[in-house]
């Protein structure tokens, strides 16, 4: 009879001990998933030669800038861990499109073209002109004096990039050259490839004007569309998008973005 209730006795035991490791084991898995979902790492894919929202130091990859700052105050914010790819500007929507990348900050209009159509635009986060970069030598006084023997130049798949091929389609000017990275574009100028170079005011000024003020000016007014840069998530990814937005407003409020301004814009 003893031999009879010790064999149940470890019986129960054993299917007790198999039940509560179950569900222990369940409950320490949910918790290591919920733990993997909060600190996901998002990828923010950018262009890194558009100073000084964001640009990389000779021989460093490491992203500094305006926009690296503001989104570092958003995710401590937030509550986000982020992590940067720096990749060509023209391969930004579509790393977003095929699950490369989560946010796009690249100093990127949301207004241009069809790109809203392909990704969601969070709110402003800076206003920009485009304008024309010469050398301080050009009699050119404003982007309507060019003419049609001349070449002008910037970035490929940005708004001045198809401002150039759209002034080559025209016979406007005699080539839009448009390539990867801004400092190509400035080095063709310097060069006297071309004749100018169309970009944003901000970048102008900053990356450019403020280093190479005594061979280089902008001639003329601002021209094209008014643009408003804005962060970008995946089609439909409304909670990241609410997440920043919030971020961007709390930064605004206190005091955090002016600060990152007055660091980077002088
Ligand atoms: N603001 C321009 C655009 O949206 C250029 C952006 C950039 O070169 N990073 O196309």
Not at 116 to 139: I, N
Request: proline share 2%; net charge negative; glycine share 10%.
């Amino acid at each position: 009879m003893k031999k009879k209730s010790l064999v149940l006795l470890l019986a129960f035991a054993m299917i007790f001990t198999f039940a509560l490791s179950a569900c222990g084991g369940g409950s320490s898995e949910e918790s290591s998933e919920a733990a993997e979902e909060e600190t996901a790492v998002l990828k923010v894919v950018t262009e890194a030669t558009f100073a000084p929202f964001e640009s990389t130091e000779d021989g460093d990859d490491t992203i500094i800038g305006f926009d690296p700052d503001m989104m570092a105050a958003i995710a401590e914010d937030q509550g986000l861990e982020l992590e940067w790819v720096n990749m060509e500007f023209d391969s930004l929507i579509p790393a977003l499109q095929s699950d490369q990348g989560d946010i796009i900050c690249a100093g990127m209009n949301k207004l241009a073209g069809d790109r809203a159509e392909k990704v969601d635009f969070g709110d402003t986060y800076f206003e920009s002109d485009l304008m024309l970069l010469v050398t301080s030598d050009s009699e050119l006084t404003g982007i309507d004096a060019v003419t049609s023997d001349m070449k002008l130049a910037s970035q490929i798949g940005t708004t001045g990039g198809d401002m150039v091929q759209q002034m080559k389609d025209e016979g406007k000017i005699a080539d839009g050259v448009v390539l990867n990275q801004w400092t190509d574009c400035y080095l063709q100028l310097q060069n006297g490839e071309v004749q100018g170079v169309i970009v944003d005011k901000p970048v102008g000024e900053e990356a450019y004007l403020n280093n190479h003020g005594d061979i280089a000016k902008f001639v003329g007014d601002s021209f094209g569309e008014h643009e408003e840069f804005a962060f970008a998530v995946q089609k439909g990814n409304t909670e990241l998008l609410e997440k920043l937005n919030t971020g961007l407003a709390n930064i605004k409020a206190n005091g955090k973005y002016d600060e990152l301004v007055a660091k980077w814009f002088s």
